[in-house]
C-alpha cells in the first residue's frame, strides 16, 4: 500500500507539473492566453497596438462603414474625406505621414500585385497588410516584435 501511494504522489506531482508548464507556455507576457493573429480582426490588432502606446485612431475606408477589413490607423486629426483621398504611391509618401492604410487578409487577396509598386513602405503582421508613414510601420513592427516571436513569426515583411 504504500508503494501505491507513493507512486499515485508521484504521478499526481508529474500531473501537476504539465499543468503548470501548459499554463506557462499559454501565457503571453501581461496580456493573457495567446490568440493567433488570424482571429483578429483590424480594430483588435488597433487595440493591441494602442495598448503598446502607439495611439492610433482607427477609421473605416468606407464613409460610415465597418472597419474589420479595411480602415486608416491614424495619429492625426484627419476625417475620412481627407484620408480616402490619400493615394499609394511611393512618390506621394510624405502625404501619409502619422496614418496607414489597413487591410485585413480574407483568403484569396494577391496583395504581392499591390506591393510591388508601394516600394519599401508596406508591411505584412500575419492576415495584415498595412502601407502608410515608414516611421509609423517601424512603430507597428517593433510593437509586434516580442508577439511575433513568442507566437511563430507573424511578421513577414518590412518594404
Known amino acids: 500500500m504504500s508503494k501505491l501511494r507513493t507512486y499515485g504522489l508521484l504521478l ?3 500531473g501537476s507539473i504539465a499543468l503548470l508548464a501548459v499554463g506557462l507556455l499559454t501565457r503571453q507576457g501581461d496580456s493573457g492566453t495567446v490568440v493567433s493573429l488570424d482571429d483578429w480582426d483590424i480594430p483588435q490588432f488597433a487595440a493591441f497596438l494602442n495598448e503598446r502606446g502607439l495611439g492610433l485612431r482607427l477609421v473605416s475606408t468606407m464613409k460610415g462603414g465597418d472597419a474589420r477589413y479595411t480602415a486608416f490607423l491614424t495619429t492625426t486629426d ?9 493615394v499609394k504611391d511611393a512618390k506621394r509618401i510624405n502625404e501619409w505621414r502619422g ?3 489597413c487591410e485585413r487578409e480574407r483568403g484569396n ?3 504581392w500585385l499591390l506591393t510591388r509598386h508601394w516600394g519599401a ?3 505584412i503582421v500575419g492576415p495584415f497588410l498595412l502601407y502608410g508613414d ?6 507597428v513592427r517593433d510593437a509586434v516584435e516580442t508577439f511575433t516571436r513568442a507566437n ?3 511578421l513577414k515583411r518590412l518594404g
Open 134 to 139: 515608414p516611421e509609423l510601420l517601424v512603430l
Open 109 to 111: 487577396d494577391n496583395w
Open 12 to 14: 499526481l506531482g508529474l
Open 121 to 123: 513602405n508596406y508591411l
Open 99 to 101: 496614418t496607414l492604410y
Open 78 to 86: 484627419l476625417e475620412w474625406e481627407n484620408l480616402n483621398h490619400l
Open 152 to 154: 511563430g513569426g507573424f
